[in-house]
T-cell receptor, first 111, second 120 residues
Framework: DAKTTQPPSMDCAEGRAANLPCNHS???????VYWYRQIHSQGPQYIIH???NNETNEMASLIITEDRKSSTLILPHATLRDTAVYYC????????????FGAGTRLFVKA | GAVVSQHPSRVICKSGTSVKIECRSL??????MFWYRQFPKQSLMLMAT?????????EQGVEKDKFLINHASLTLSTLTVTSAHPEDSSFYIC????????????????FGPGTRLTVL
């Protein structure tokens, strides 16, 4: 299973871009990178996913390096409500598309 | 997007009783649902994969007789914590895959809001 490594915590000033890194050096060619976040005492919320190309949606941008060994989630204008734990996940398929969560990055957005 | 609900959102029970938690896919059908538990300040831990019409697959270290899973329909999976004890107090979260999703969307999972169980 491809595993991910993320910094345990990060701070970001409100209104600034938050750049959350993720290493997934053992990712295989057909595995996607997914990002979820979890606000305190809620279920995880899907943010974005990608395979090779950079992706952007209304929530965030995902930058994947050319060798696919790492990626960065970008929240372009962080708000206080973006304070959450962000999980970078490589989707594995072992008879059921299990999603295995790592420790994630706790992002604190400060006023 | 697809919506997954859980009921109840919070439950408090006495030690030794059993508690049932429901996970429903509201606007899609799911042959596969997943159950997670999460202790304070920790990440989600996958407990089991629930398959409609067949037995659940449990992760290593998870007691199948303790955590009974039933996935009787394409929109409902239940997790029953039997003979609950204080150490079972946790945040239980389910997720579901959309049966009709294809291609990239086949990989997507939709998470419920979680159920907080407190065993006294």
């Amino acid at each position: 299973d491809a595993k991910t490594t993320q910094p345990p915590s990060m701070d970001c000033a409100e209104g600034r871009a938050a750049n959350l890194p993720c290493n997934h050096s053992t990712i295989s060619g057909n595995e996607y990178v997914y990002w979820y976040r979890q606000i305190h005492s809620q279920g995880p919320q899907y943010i974005i996913h990608g395979l090779k190309n950079n992706e952007t949606n209304e929530m965030a941008s995902l930058i994947i390096t050319e060798d696919r060994k790492s990626s960065t989630l970008i929240l372009p204008h962080a708000t206080l409500r973006d304070t959450a734990v962000y999980y970078c996940i490589v989707r594995v398929y072992t008879g059921g598309f299990k999603t295995i969560f790592g420790a994630g990055t706790r992002l604190f957005v400060k006023a | 997007g697809a919506v997954v609900s859980q009921h109840p959102s919070r439950v408090i029970c006495k030690s030794g009783t059993s508690v049932k938690i429901e996970c429903r896919s509201l606007d899609f059908q799911a042959t596969t649902m997943f159950w997670y538990r999460q202790f304070p300040k920790q990440s989600l831990m996958l407990m089991a994969t629930s398959n409609e019409g067949s037995k659940a697959t449990y992760e290593q270290g998870v007691e199948k007789d303790k955590f009974l899973i039933n996935h009787a329909s394409l929109t409902l999976s239940t997790l029953t914590v039997t003979s609950a004890h204080p150490e079972d107090s946790s945040f239980y979260i389910c997720s579901a895959r959309d049966l009709s999703a294809t291609g990239e969307r086949d990989n997507e999972q939709f998470f419920g809001p979680g159920t907080r169980l407190t065993v006294l």
